[in-house]
């Protein structure tokens, strides 16, 4: 005997929607239900790797380095060690550091060291190259021994044979700052003059440059300047080239009490 049929047959998208509520209906809350309104969407990572945080880097990640600050001016001139600091006066604000490549060098360099106060960092110059007395350094300079004696020496007074770049140094404009000949090396020595900062060595500070007085005999040498390099050894003097030395006068300030420390890097590091 047949079975009769429905008079409306079942279609197929009836079914799988039946289907799908049966499923809903069973699976109950822990189902793939929606989510609740205003709950916060997590991302994980894998299994045991911490997801990323809400800044975007990972935690598990390296931290961010830090900008490089700019090298600190330093509290104390290098180069120079406990014994030639001790001679720098204590209100010196100016250092001019000549430093010779070793104790029989005439070649050396130069730096001009400047601070605000006492207890302020020490600011420097660009090195400058220098040339010394043509067999190098020595503790007792003796008149005629071609060394430049090393030591501390104050800074007082200038002068040369044509008008000073913009300074405030006490400044002697003379002729007589003239020298001619050739140097050890056959350089001519024409123009070492025109612009020079006596060496308060064997002389009477805060006089000119042209002052003779010896206050410790004339056998012990004298005439110890810094001034143009003509591009070879000295007698005793510091040389450094016409640009520097216009900046050297420029920077120079009495008020600073300037002061020289010369000597090979060994002396210096004494």
């Known amino acids: 005997m047949s079975v009769p049929r429905s008079s409306v047959p079942l279609r197929l998208p009836y079914v799988v929607c039946a289907v799908f509520v049966l499923l ?72 001019f550091v000549v430093t010779g490549e070793s104790p029989d060098s ?17 600011r420097a110059t660009a090195p400058w190259a220098a040339h010394n007395a043509l067999n190098g350094w020595t503790a007792e300079h003796w008149e005629g021994d071609l060394r430049s004696p090393v030591g501390v020496y104050t800074l007082t007074a200038a002068g040369g044979r044509f008008d000073p770049p913009s300074t405030v140094f006490p400044y002697d404009l003379s002729p007589d700052f003239k020298v001619e000949g050739e140097g050890f090396h056959g350089e001519p020595l024409e123009g070492s003059f025109d612009y020079v900062i006596a060496i308060d060595y064997n002389r009477l500070p805060g006089t000119s440059p042209l002052d003779h007085t010896r206050p410790l005999g004339t056998e ?40 020289v420390v010369m000597g090979d890097a060994a002396y210096l590091g004494g």
């Open 24 to 95: 809903l209906a069973a699976c109950g809350t822990g189902g793939i239900g929606p989510r609740e309104s205003g709950a916060p969407t997590r991302t994980t990572g894998a299994p045991g790797v911490p997801g990323p945080s809400a800044g975007g880097a990972s935690a598990a990640g390296p931290a961010a380095a830090p900008p490089r600050a700019s090298p600190a001016p330093p509290r104390e001139i290098p180069g120079l060690g406990p014994r030639t600091r001790a001679a720098i006066p204590a209100g010196t604000r100016q250092v």
């Open 106 to 122: 005439s070649r050396s360099t130069a730096v001009l060291y400047t601070r605000d106060g006492p207890a302020a960092d020490w």
């Open 220 to 259: 012990r040498g004298g005439g110890i300047w810094i001034h143009v390099d003509h591009g070879g050894p000295t007698q005793g003097c510091v040389s450094i080239s016409e640009d520097r030395m216009k900046e050297l006068l420029s920077l120079l300030d009495p008020a600073k009490d300037p002061v």
